[in-house]
């Protein structure tokens, strides 16, 4: 199964995967019925969820269900228990965004038109389709952003960042993940490495351009944000990151005061 998965991420386009996905992933869960681990975003329980990686697979990651990946179900957890997100309709633009959230937000807002717009470069499931380093939206036009595991791939994430502030109204806030290597003091990028398998070697993913440091909440605040490096994950018991296959991500939670 793990190198079933590892060789469908590296060789089939992200949009096929994309579409096929829904409906392979839960055949393949057929497998892991069972008690052990439950998905917080859908409620699901397995023996243990399936394997997932680029280069390195991780086991107990991807939920067959709705398809959470650890990230996605810490994430999650901080919307639902630390937000009003859930419960009220900010006007909410969701970049790249996780199937297994959108598939609660896009219900949670369908009475609410135009307050909930996903957008990707290229996905069939987005809404919008824009590069984020030139968004075509308006200053100080969105309460809430969600962008995660993005900046990673975007040439210049400053530019990026700098976009996302501006189209960010005073009084908003957003949730920007990276994925963050602490042991690195200062983020490592070079665009001399341009072989997908140096690129893979070095990043971690073919398509990763820079890998970010301790210095990652520094690098949003440059953009302008008010940011807060959150140790989510250290607020649950053991057991409790057992049962939901939590990760030991940091939640990066940027703020527009003025």
């Known amino acids: 199964m793990k190198k079933l998965i590892k060789w469908m991420l590296n060789h089939v386009p992200r949009p096929v995967l994309q579409r096929a996905a829904g409906w392979a992933v839960p055949v393949l869960g057929f497998f892991y019925r069972g008690k052990g681990v439950e998905c917080p975003v859908c409620g699901a329980k397995y023996r243990r969820f399936l394997p997932y990686g680029y280069v390195r697979s991780r086991a107990n990651a991807l939920c067959p269900k709705c398809l959470s990946l650890e990230r996605h179900r810490l994430l999650w957890l901080y919307l639902t228990r630390e937000t009003d997100l859930m419960t009220s309709f900010p006007r909410t633009l969701h970049i790249a965004p996780e199937v297994c959230i959108m598939r609660h937000l896009k219900p949670h807002f369908a009475g609410h038109p135009g307050q909930y717009v996903t957008a990707d470069l290229e996905s069939p499931l987005a809404d919008m389709h824009f590069d984020v380093q030139q968004i075509p ?118 703020y527009k005061v003025s």
């Open 137 to 254: 939206l308006a200053d100080d036009s969105v309460d809430v952003i969600l962008c995660n595991h993005l900046l990673e791939h975007v040439a210049d994430d400053r530019k990026a960042l700098r976009e996302l502030y501006r189209i960010l109204r005073p009084g908003g806030w957003g949730i920007l993940l990276s994925p963050v290597e602490p042991d690195y003091e200062h983020t490592y990028e070079d665009d001399t490495i341009t072989d997908p398998d140096e690129r893979t070697r070095i990043f971690g993913q073919y398509d990763h351009r820079r890998i970010y440091g301790a210095d990652y909440a520094d690098r949003l605040r440059e953009a302008g944000f008010d940011a807060a490096d959150i140790d989510y994950a250290a607020s649950f018991s053991d057991a409790e990151r057992r049962l939901y296959a939590l990760p030991a991500d940091h939640i990066y939670v940027v």
